[in-house]
């Protein structure tokens, strides 16, 4: 489809249940559209907290996170390619969640990008931040934040 609406799209996934009706958002979408999809997941950095009298240590991501979230990727690519979809690529990167797939959105430029949203109380939300509302925030293109209620499309 040359004249479509959404050449590439883009989902961000992290084995959640909210990550899981965004895969299913995605694929759904670049079927129906005839769309690139590209998968992405980010293991995160876990925050080190140490007392002030000790020296600075770098915060990381432990490799079994790494392991797991390449897993997630592969996973969701089978199951896109299974589900229809055309043209399927999985990406795994270790950082920080919102930057790293700010900077993916930047490099890999996309017509829509999916992702769900966590689902944080107010409070919870204020305290920890979303990665949702930032990349809604931030992003460079159109953003779908698919939330926990949302039916599977075409059911």
């Known amino acids: 489809m040359a004249d479509s609406l959404f050449r590439r799209i883009t989902v961000s996934i992290d084995g959640s249940p909210?990550?899981?009706a965004a895969l299913d958002w995605s694929i759904d979408l670049a079927r129906k559209y005839g769309a690139d999809l590209v998968i992405i997941a980010v293991a995160?950095?876990?925050?080190?907290?140490?007392?002030?009298?000790?020296?600075?240590?770098p915060a990381g991501v432990p490799p079994?996170?790494?392991?797991r979230y390449r897993e997630i990727v592969e996973a969701a690519v089978k199951k896109a390619e299974s589900g229809g979809v055309p043209s399927v690529t999985g990406v795994s990167y270790e950082g920080v969640v919102v930057d790293e797939i700010l900077s993916h959105l930047e490099q890999h430029p996309t017509d829509l990008f999916v992702i769900g949203s966590?689902?944080?109380s107010t409070a919870k939300r204020l305290l920890l931040g979303?990665?949702?509302?930032?990349?809604?925030?931030?992003?460079?293109?159109?953003?779908?934040?698919?939330r926990p209620a949302a039916t599977k499309p075409g059911a």
Not at 44 to 57: A, D, K, L, M, N
Not at 130 to 142: K, L
């Open 64 to 67: 079994s996170e790494i392991g």
């Open 118 to 120: 966590r689902g944080l």
């Open 18 to 20: 909210n990550a899981e």
């Open 44 to 57: 995160p950095i876990v925050p080190v907290y140490i007392s002030t009298s000790e020296p600075y240590v």
């Open 130 to 146: 979303s990665v949702s509302s930032a990349v809604v925030n931030h992003a460079p293109c159109p953003v779908l934040v698919v």
